[in-house]
């Protein structure tokens, strides 16, 4: 249960196909669910809610702030998890966190594996068909050091980082750089999107009250939504 003067964290993560949700008291994961299923987060993300309030005893209104992934990653995805995300901070009157899906992914990556030897480079990637990821370059710090791009990966992407020292590539993108490279210093991490990893940059973020506008808050798709067209006849 939670006490009067923790800092409570509603954590909803949709930025892929993983649909994720937990609460955090204090920086500490206390209840959590998540399902990996093609477009499934509108219809399992209130359940999910429900579900990690009731195991923690804590009603909506008394949670200090919901958390969100603002992308990038799947443009449907996003924005199911921000429009929910936005309701109950309306309605519960609770502001509203923004964390970066690379970020929070480069958090888990060395969740399971041993750590290199330090200073090492950590590339979370997002997978965006075809050879295309939506990634970053991040440091053991979990700093972020380029801009999010969406790129296509060949056998010379990275090559820079690579020659300099050891890189850990994860996230559901990584599989397909893996296909394409051989060097003695990447070393591939299963990884993906989870609402747990965005506990600690959010219990920051809390702390100096940076708070994203609910009214004006949007997803980072990073590239436009293209709509699929139909090959059945209109007529």
Do not use: W
């Amino acid at each position: 249960m939670r006490k009067s003067n923790s800092i409570c964290l509603l954590l909803i993560e949709t930025s892929t196909e993983v649909c994720s949700v937990a609460l955090g008291i204090d920086g500490i994961i206390v209840s959590q669910r998540e399902i990996k299923e093609h477009k499934a987060h509108a219809r399992v993300i209130p359940g999910f809610i429900q579900e990690v309030l009731n195991e923690a005893s804590v009603e909506i209104k008394n949670c200090s702030a919901v958390v969100v992934s603002e992308g990038p990653g799947s443009y449907t995805g996003l924005r199911v998890g921000v429009s929910v995300a936005k309701g109950i901070c309306y309605g519960a009157n609770i502001p509203l966190i923004a964390v970066g899906s690379l970020e929070l992914i480069a958090r888990l990556s060395l969740e399971n594996c041993s750590t290199p030897e330090a200073p090492y480079r950590i590339v979370p990637m997002i997978d965006a068909r075809r050879m295309e990821v939506y990634t970053a370059i991040f440091d053991e710090n979990y700093k972020q050091l380029t801009k999010t791009e969406a790129h296509i990966l060949t056998g010379d992407s990275f090559a820079e980082i690579l020659s300099a020292g050891k890189v850990v590539f994860t996230g559901d993108g990584a599989d397909k750089f893996k296909s394409v490279i051989d060097h003695p210093n990447a070393i591939f991490v299963d990884g993906y999107a989870s609402a747990r990893g965005m506990i600690l940059p959010a219990m920051d973020k809390y702390k100096r009250s940076e708070f994203a506008d609910v009214a004006y808050f949007e997803p980072f798709y990073l590239k436009d939504f293209i709509a699929g067209v139909s090959k059945r006849s209109l007529l």
